[in-house]
């Protein structure tokens, strides 16, 4: 239990606001006893469309949901008016059933009651086979709204004649479903509540199928349905996140007496579910509550899921998301690279990321600082002057704006070998000297109109930051200058070796070692290109495979013309780019040498 003591500071752990225990917000709660969180990962995985999830990949789900205190997981069976259920349904409880994973299997099936207006389509006993067959043991009739007293009548005889036949048949226990619980008349569904709990039913799920209900309304209903109860039956609340208020609904029923039914990463269809992981840490951070979950182990299982489902929480998903402990903002990024997930209080959140099995992370975006250069130089070993620093900063700054795509930063390791590369230029080139300039327009061996174009876009910029501003010149080129710097490139349709001497030379070198029909496919398929485009074939060839560079051809030959002009210029830029680093690496050791 991470906050037993309900404490606003643990040190190294937690660090939130004492207003969230003061006793006029903490009075009035009344916390389910005992408190039983349900998860429906599995099925609401199972319902999430475009899941990729096999039999194998519903196991490890499973084992691992066990494995960090899950003890109660829940699947369905539907008939859906048919007289078989789902196959694909069936399934899945066999596969989850057919393991001893620790918890209580909860099974809703739509075919054990109707709505009362007629008899039920199958009967009971039929159904309660069928899913003890498949390794059932707890199963869960639903109770919808009859459409009238009448049929609320009949509909108890149904429930009473279910439970008899789970009865004789053996089932382990009951648990009773009560959808649209925001929308229907409700003492009619309180009735009928207490009717099943006199019949024996275990536990009572309330579901706002919906999101019908507020938070502050939810706390309400709860309350006002438990009060009305004849006998403390343990009662669980389930709910969508239409509003985006899953989490808050489901810490409000908690705060009135009811367990949350919840699924990692919100697995679910529509808007998704209440998540596991926000209902759960809320809960232990915030209330103070012992959710019985291991919490270390959330961000790891949370990934299990995202990897067997094949769909990603989104970024900026709290606390599992991969934005949730990046920090990019200066005094975050400075303060993560200088302590990282060992700070305390946490960096810019209320949690400290180890609790989860998270760790902090960070990037060079598109804003930055000078503490961000010391911080990184310090992290690196290298100690920069006053007037080093601003030039070092200028030049990362310029690889960031470099960047023509999402994700527009620069990770650890990309940030710290620029600065590297970016100290090493600047003690090697006066500020305002054109030794640098000269160098770059002299690697990128394009055609004197080029050459005049780029130097007229690039004198002045700091020398470490020529690579970047070069990539960012000929993206923005017009179209004629692309054209000529395109024509001095030796084209990937010449059967020949490049020259040993030149850049190509390198840049081809996984092509060059190819077999000789890759080699001769690419020719081919390049000229074909240059015919079907008007211009040469670009691409950053450096280490490229010769399968790698063929297939892309193969790709962007028949690409729209238009969409593919764009693309080219982009990876002339980066040719380009990568021959300016070079260049400046290069004349970085003459400086060294001369020195």
């Not at 009344?30 to 199972?46: C, G, H, N, Q, W």
């Not at 709990?197 to 438990?226: E, H, I």
Request: glycine residues 8%; charged residues 20%; hydrophobic residues 45%.
């Amino acid at each position: 239990m991470l906050n037993p003591d309900r404490q606003h500071r643990i040190d190294g752990s937690l660090f939130v606001s004492a207003f969230d225990f003061d006793p006029a917000v903490i009075e009035p709660f009344t916390f389910p006893a005992p408190f039983e969180l349900i998860d429906s990962t599995i099925r609401k995985s199972y319902f999430t469309a475009g899941a990729i999830t096999t039999p194998s990949g519903f196991l490890r789900m499973s084992e691992a949901l066990a494995g960090i205190g899950v003890r109660h997981e829940s699947v369905n069976v539907n008939w859906s008016g048919s007289p078989d259920p789902s196959p694909q349904d069936l399934a899945l409880l066999r596969t989850v059933a057919s393991r001893d994973f620790g918890f209580t299997l909860n099974v809703y099936a739509d075919a054990l009651l109707g709505n009362g207006a007629g008899a039920p389509a199958l009967p009971v006993r039929q159904v309660i086979d069928v899913l003890q067959d498949a390794g059932a043991r707890v199963l869960a009739p639903g109770i919808v709204e009859a459409p009238d007293a009448a049929a609320q009548e009949r509909q108890k005889d149904q429930l009473a004649a279910y439970f008899a036949a789970a009865s004789e048949a053996g089932v382990e226990a009951t648990t009773i479903t009560l959808a649209q619980v925001g929308l229907r008349d409700f003492e009619r569904m309180v009735e009928m509540a207490r009717f099943a709990v006199d019949l024996g039913a275990r536990r009572l799920d309330l579901m706002d199928s919906t999101s019908s209900m507020s938070p502050d309304a939810m706390r309400v209903f709860v309350r006002r349905f438990r009060a009305l109860l004849d006998r403390d039956v343990p009662l669980t609340m389930h709910m969508h996140d239409e509003f985006g208020l899953a989490t808050a609904g489901a810490v409000a029923a908690v705060t009135a007496g009811a367990s949350p039914d919840v699924a990692m990463n919100g697995m679910s269809y529509r808007c998704g579910f209440a998540p596991f992981e926000e209902v759960v840490l809320a809960l232990e951070a915030l209330y103070g509550v012992d959710t019985g979950i291991d919490l270390s182990g959330i961000t790891r299982v949370s990934r299990i899921v995202a990897e067997e489902t094949g769909l990603e929480p989104p970024p900026l998903k709290p606390l599992v998301g991969g934005y949730a402990y990046l920090k990019h903002m200066p005094g975050d990024a400075a303060a993560a690279i200088r302590t990282g997930s060992r700070a305390f209080p946490p960096i810019s959140h209320g949690l400290v990321p180890g609790v989860i099995g998270q760790e902090v992370t960070w990037v060079w975006g598109g804003l930055s600082s000078d503490d961000m250069v010391r911080a990184l130089a310090e992290s690196t070993g290298i100690e920069l002057d006053g007037a080093e620093l601003p030039r070092v900063r200028a030049a990362l700054d310029a690889e960031v704006a470099a960047v023509p795509a999402f994700p527009r930063w620069l990770s650890p390791d990309e940030a710290g070998a620029r600065l590297i590369a970016a100290a090493q230029v600047v003690r090697a080139f006066p500020a305002e000297g054109d030794d640098a300039l000269d160098a770059v327009l002299t690697a990128v061996e394009t055609t004197p109109a080029v050459r005049d174009h780029l130097r007229a876009q690039l004198t002045g910029t700091e020398p470490a930051a020529l690579p970047a501003a070069l990539r960012a010149a000929v993206s923005a080129a017009p179209v004629d200058v692309v054209i000529s710097a395109l024509g001095a490139l030796r084209s990937l349709a010449d059967p020949g070796e490049p020259d040993p001497s030149t850049p190509s030379a390198v840049e081809e070198r996984g092509l060059s070692g190819e077999v000789a029909a890759i080699r001769a496919a690419v020719v081919e398929l390049a000229a074909r290109y240059e015919r079907t485009h008007g211009r040469r074939f670009a691409i950053a060839a450096a280490g490229r495979t010769g399968a790698d560079i063929l297939a892309e051809l193969a790709m962007r030959t028949g690409a729209d013309p238009a969409e593919e002009a764009a693309v080219n210029t982009g990876e002339l830029a980066l040719i380009l780019q990568g021959r300016a680093r070079a260049a400046l690496d290069s004349a970085v050791r003459h400086a060294v040498d001369r020195a």
